[in-house]
């Protein structure tokens, strides 16, 4: 990946935080987009000081104005886009009955119409080039229940389905489009729903009484575990992969 251009959104903690030191070790030129600029600031500062290059862009992702702005900028800086990863998300919880409109929305603006931006953006660029590669960071949840969780788990089967069909569209053109569907990862995503000490124990053990199965291999993710998955898919390892979906859940979903 040395010496190529990769756009990361969600890029300042999480999961995007870890793509972007995986691509930048890995010697990728990247471009690192999150609306969290004072934690994306010091990520970009303190990958630079290390001897990596990259460089941080504000942009709200669910506007297609300002995501079609930040990708031009972005290739301007350093160059045709050759990967890109659509990492950014939000979660809003509760139940499907009384979940506000403002959750609601929100949730799909950033998780489902981010995508549809962003890869818009990327794609266009990468077709007359006939190169690249798009991983979308989903979720198992996309195709598993979760108690209340349906905000999100229709908006990652939403950004999963763009996903595939955007990648039978562009086959054709030499571009390839995957997608990583998470499970529980020790991020602040999730962490933030916890409450009490034990809260990681029964995320590992599961919850009978709200229909979830634990996690067979005995521990949660971390962040790095999905990110060496996105850079497989991203990578020549996987030229021959494309409308696949790799999950990384430690065996919650049971391979459904």
């Known amino acids: 990946m040395r010496n190529k251009t990769a756009l990361v959104t969600g890029a300042a903690g999480g999961i995007g935080e870890a793509v972007v030191r995986a691509l ?111 991983v979308t960071v989903a979720s198992n949840s996309a195709r598993t229940p979760r108690w209340d969780m349906a905000a999100y788990a229709a908006s990652k089967a939403a950004a999963t389905s763009f996903t595939k069909s955007l990648g039978l569209e562009l086959a054709g053109h030499g571009i390839r489009c995957n997608v990583v569907a998470p499970g529980s990862t020790e991020t602040p995503m999730l962490t933030s729903l916890w409450n009490g000490a034990d809260a990681g124990r029964v995320s590992i053990a599961g919850s009978p009484e709200r229909f979830r199965v634990g996690i067979p291999l005995g521990r949660l993710a971390q962040p790095e575990d999905v990110a060496d998955a996105v850079l497989f898919l991203l990578s020549d390892r996987a030229s021959h992969v494309t409308l696949h979906e790799l999950t990384v859940d430690g065996g919650a979903a049971l391979g459904v």
């Open 24 to 134: 930048a070790g890995a010697g990728a030129r990247v471009a690192a987009i999150d609306r969290n600029t004072e934690t994306l600031n010091q990520l970009v500062k303190t990958l630079s000081e290390a001897g990596d290059e990259v460089r941080g862009y504000s942009a709200d992702v669910a506007s297609s104005s300002e995501t079609e702005a930040v990708v031009d900028r972005a290739e301007r800086d350093l160059g045709p886009i050759e990967y890109l990863v659509n990492a950014a998300g939000v979660l809003r919880t509760g139940a499907a009955t009384s979940l506000a409109d403002a959750d609601w929305e929100t949730t799909f603006a950033v998780n489902t119409t981010g995508v549809f931006n962003v890869s818009r953006a990327v794609a266009n660029r990468m077709i007359p080039r006939g190169s690249g590669a798009i």
